[in-house]
């Protein structure tokens, strides 16, 4: 093993932008901290900002923000709402928002996968904010679903790692190597 420097992400994650309304218009921004806290029986995720994000503004005031997995073909959008700040730029049509129950939190008509979260709790670290939310609807492409099951493939989620400091990148995924909760019983029927 080798012992890498503090600001390493030695594995990917996905990344995500989140919506919210800030002064009646749609504001993004970009999260590589970002995840799935619990499935079931309801669904809650987090995302970590910095604190000086314009979007904390519009989550904290709103009570509501949406949840957008972009794909590879949403790259260069993903990146450039994270690059500039929604307190000198206006963001709201850089996408085509849309809106599901709560007229609070735009989605985004390009990316595959959009989520509308309830925020049900604020943490605060040094420098960071992690906003926890409840999904209450999800929104999936119809041509990213396959007799009811998700195609990852063609969701194709845009993934991020930190190579370093100031050093990140963009990945694809890959293809399915094995099945979740199967796997594992191979060696539990030897044991």
Same mark, same amino acid.
């Given at each position: 093993? =080798?012992? @890498?420097?503090?600001?390493?992400?030695?594995? /990917?994650?996905?990344?995500?932008?989140?919506?919210?309304?800030?002064?009646?218009?749609?504001?993004?921004?970009? $999260?590589?901290?970002?995840?799935?806290? +619990?499935?079931? /029986?309801?669904? #809650?995720? !987090?995302?970590?900002?910095?604190? +000086?994000?314009?979007?904390? *503004?519009?989550?904290?005031?709103?009570? !509501?923000?949406? @949840?957008?997995?972009? +794909?590879?073909?949403?790259?260069?959008?993903?990146? #450039?709402?994270?690059? @500039?700040?929604?307190?000198?730029?206006?963001?709201?049509? %850089?996408?085509? +928002?849309?809106?599901?129950?709560?007229?609070?939190?735009?989605?985004?008509?390009?990316?595959? @996968?959009?989520?509308?979260?309830?925020? =049900?709790?604020?943490?605060?670290?040094?420098?960071?904010?992690?906003?926890?939310?409840?999904?209450?609807?999800? #929104? =999936?492409?119809?041509?990213?679903?396959?007799?009811? %099951?998700?195609?990852?493939?063609?969701?194709? /989620?845009?993934?991020? *790692?930190?190579?370093? /400091?100031?050093?990140?990148?963009?990945?694809?995924?890959?293809? %399915? =190597?094995?099945?979740? $909760?199967?796997?594992?019983?191979?060696?539990?029927?030897?044991?």
């Amino acid at each position: 093993m =080798v012992k @890498v420097k503090t600001g390493t992400l030695p594995f /990917p994650v996905p990344i995500c932008i989140a919506g919210t309304m800030i002064n009646g218009k749609a504001n993004y921004a970009t $999260y590589g901290s970002f995840g799935l806290l +619990s499935p079931r /029986p309801e669904m #809650y995720i !987090y995302i970590g900002s910095q604190e +000086s994000r314009h979007t904390n *503004t519009g989550i904290k005031e709103n009570g !509501y923000f949406s @949840v957008n997995i972009p +794909s590879e073909e949403q790259m260069q959008k993903t990146d #450039y709402v994270g690059l @500039v700040s929604g307190h000198n730029t206006d963001k709201s049509t %850089i996408f085509n +928002s849309f809106f599901g129950s709560v007229d609070k939190a735009p989605m985004i008509k390009e990316c595959p @996968v959009n989520m509308l979260c309830k925020l =049900v709790k604020t943490a605060d670290l040094p420098n960071r904010e992690i906003f926890f939310g409840e999904v209450l609807e999800s #929104y =999936v492409n119809k041509e990213c679903i396959n007799n009811g %099951i998700l195609n990852f493939e063609k969701i194709n /989620p845009l993934l991020f *790692t930190m190579n370093g /400091p100031g050093n990140a990148s963009y990945w694809k995924l890959g293809n %399915i =190597v094995g099945d979740a $909760y199967k796997e594992g019983k191979t060696i539990l029927k030897t044991k």
